[in-house]
């Protein structure tokens, strides 16, 4: 049974940092991903990572989010610093079995975990 599980997140002040962590379980995904998706807004994408190690980031978290991946524990992390009130949401996780071209999209995933909050306060 495929499964993913996030964990790690909560509330932290600006400028902060937290480590998001998410277990798959079930296959090998080609691609893991996070997204987010704040109150009131659609779901967004924040970063990718590829079983090869090919990465890609949202403008909005370049330079600040780390993602990495442990392929032999088939985990995914997200490493946020310089938290800011406005990456506040609930962080997902999504898997893609297929690496399809469009990561940025919800609708390329197969996937997806329960999600984590993360709230940062100014």
């Known amino acids: 049974q495929v499964q993913l599980v996030e964990s790690g997140g909560g509330l932290v002040q600006a400028g902060g940092s937290l480590r998001l962590s998410c277990a798959a379980s079930g296959r090998i995904f080609s691609r893991l991903s996070w997204f987010r998706q704040a109150p009131g807004k659609e779901r967004e994408f924040v970063s990718t990572?590829?079983?090869?190690?090919?990465?890609y980031y949202a403008d909005s978290v370049k330079g600040r989010f780390t993602i990495s991946r442990d392929n032999a524990e088939n985990r995914v992390y997200l490493q946020m610093n310089s938290l800011k009130p406005e990456d506040t949401a609930v962080y997902y996780c999504a898997a893609d079995v297929d690496m399809r071209p469009y990561y940025t999209r919800v609708g390329q995933y197969d996937y997806w975990g329960q999600g984590t909050q993360v709230t940062v306060s100014s």
């Open positions: 990572i590829t079983s090869s190690g090919t990465i």
